[in-house]
């Protein structure tokens, strides 16, 4: 069984321009969830899709951010326009139930 | 408020035995997680706890007090590889959203 696979794996941007980040999850998994890290944090929660609907999105930092699902199979996480605090490495997961398979993350780096 | 307490940095000897301890203060609870992070790799998850005990996985073992907020990992028999971060988590009541801690970084030396 293929694991969570996210794209890229490093991103490295200039403040402004825009960024998408995509997750596949593991295939019949209906939760996906976004996590963020920012240097010296904790992971925090970003939003939770079931199937390609948002479940919870109280976690989103704001509007420059947009997460989408679509058929309810891969999403995609859009940072418009990035700024500099939105550097970090962001973690994408999956589960069936309480369990939540993590993604290897992809680190965006804005300059 | 949301508050995960664990220890920044540990060290142990390879062989021995090391307790990672959590403290935690959220306003909902649907379990306590621990995931392994090796440097530039995924969380990977290692134990769940929803009620109060032991519960035991090989090497590993995780320890939960609801009463007390307070949870632990033990590792038995250390091995090199085992130097990673370990992260614990508490689940949201509903939505299953984590709420990490900030990690500890467990050196295993020689």
């Known amino acids: 069984e293929a694991g969570v696979t996210q794209f890229p794996s490093h991103s490295v941007i200039e403040k402004g321009q825009t960024v998408t980040l995509r997750c596949d999850p593991i295939?019949?998994?209906?939760?996906l969830y976004w996590y963020r890290r920012v240097m010296g944090k904790e992971i925090k929660f970003l939003l939770h899709?079931?199937?390609?609907?948002?479940?919870?999105e109280s976690g989103m930092p704001n509007n420059r951010f947009l997460a989408e699902r679509t058929g309810g199979t891969y999403s995609t996480l859009k940072v418009q326009p990035a700024e500099l605090e939105d550097s970090g490495v962001y973690f994408c997961?999956?589960?069936?139930?309480?369990?939540?398979?993590f993604g290897p993350g992809t680190r965006l780096t804005v300059t | 408020g949301q508050n995960i307490d664990q220890p920044t940095e540990m060290t142990a000897t390879e062989g021995a035995i090391v307790q990672i301890n959590c403290t935690y203060q959220?306003?909902?609870?649907?379990?306590l997680f621990w995931y392994q992070q090796h440097a530039g790799e995924a969380p990977t998850f290692l134990s769940y706890?929803?009620?109060?005990g032991l519960e035991e996985k090989g090497r590993f073992s995780s320890f939960l007090s609801r009463s007390k907020g307070y949870s632990y990992l033990l590792l038995k028999e250390l091995q090199m590889k085992d130097s990673a971060s370990y992260l614990c988590?508490?689940?949201?009541?509903?939505?299953?959203?984590?709420?990490f801690g900030q990690g500890t970084t467990l050196q295993v030396k020689p």
């Open positions: 959220t306003s909902g609870f649907n379990g």
């Open positions: 988590a508490v689940g949201s009541s509903n939505t299953g959203k984590l709420i």
């Open positions: 899709f079931v199937k390609e609907s948002k479940q919870d």
């Open positions: 295939s019949g998994h209906d939760n």
């Open positions: 706890n929803v009620l109060d």
């Open positions: 997961a999956s589960s069936r139930s309480y369990e939540q398979y």
